[in-house]
């Protein structure tokens, strides 16, 4: 029977997870704090021009330090984006439980473009649309992106729905956020904004021509 170190009693009388110890805290937010300086100057400088040396430096790092987080510059771009996925996920996971599955999808997306403008990921995905070798990484894990959003959507859809109902819709949705700010993220904030609207429209009502 695991001791009491071992294991905290939740409020429920249920064990739950050891807390994260202060050493794998210290490692989580240094590596954030690495991926973070490295998409700054990526966006700055562009990705080819940006080295490791820079990004070590703008970080606070020697170079030796920064291959114990990444073995190469481009693993910033898998760090960031999965982090964006997964807010999108826990955004979609908070909506409320009464509330249609395409009205969930449309105001987590929504969230979710709200912080990726806030916080330079779409300018981000910018650099990452324009050079072949991030491109390629983003399109390798979009298949990881999609099983998170489909995981979150799981939870939300009735225990007898189709399984391929979760996935089809996270696809679906990644493939429509992927294509908004990929064609439009040199367009103003409150453009992009009435681009996802408009795009949501045309995926809730079809795709054929209206009058």
Same mark, same amino acid.
């Given at each position: ?18 807390? %994260? ?5 210290? #490692? ?14 990526? %966006? ?10 820079? #990004? ?54 929504? !969230? ?38 489909? !995981? ?42 009435? %681009? ?16």
């Amino acid at each position: 029977m695991p001791s009491a170190t071992a294991t905290q009693v939740g409020a429920a009388g249920g064990a739950a997870p050891e807390p %994260v110890s202060i050493t794998v805290r210290r #490692i989580t937010q240094s590596r954030r704090e690495l991926t973070e300086a490295a998409a700054r100057l990526f %966006v700055e400088r562009g990705y080819e021009a940006t080295t490791v040396e820079e #990004i070590a430096r703008a970080a606070g790092i020697s170079v030796r330090t920064f291959f114990r987080y990444l073995s190469a510059k481009e693993e910033v771009i898998d760090d960031i984006l999965e982090q964006r996925i997964a807010g999108f996920a826990a955004a979609l996971s908070a909506r409320p439980p009464g509330e249609t599955l395409l009205d969930s999808l449309r105001a987590a997306g929504h !969230d979710s473009l709200t912080k990726a403008l806030d916080d330079g990921t779409v300018d981000l995905f910018a650099v990452v649309r324009r050079t072949p070798v991030l491109r390629a990484r983003w399109l390798v894990r979009c298949n990881t992106y999609t099983d998170m959003v489909a !995981d979150s959507l799981r939870g939300r859809l009735a225990a007898q729905s189709d399984p391929v109902v979760a996935d089809l819709a996270a696809g679906a949705l990644i493939g429509l956020m992927t294509t908004v700010i990929d064609r439009f993220a040199d367009t103003t904030p409150d453009t992009l904004a009435d %681009v996802l609207d408009a795009v949501f429209d045309r995926f809730v009502h079809g795709f054929g021509d209206r009058p």
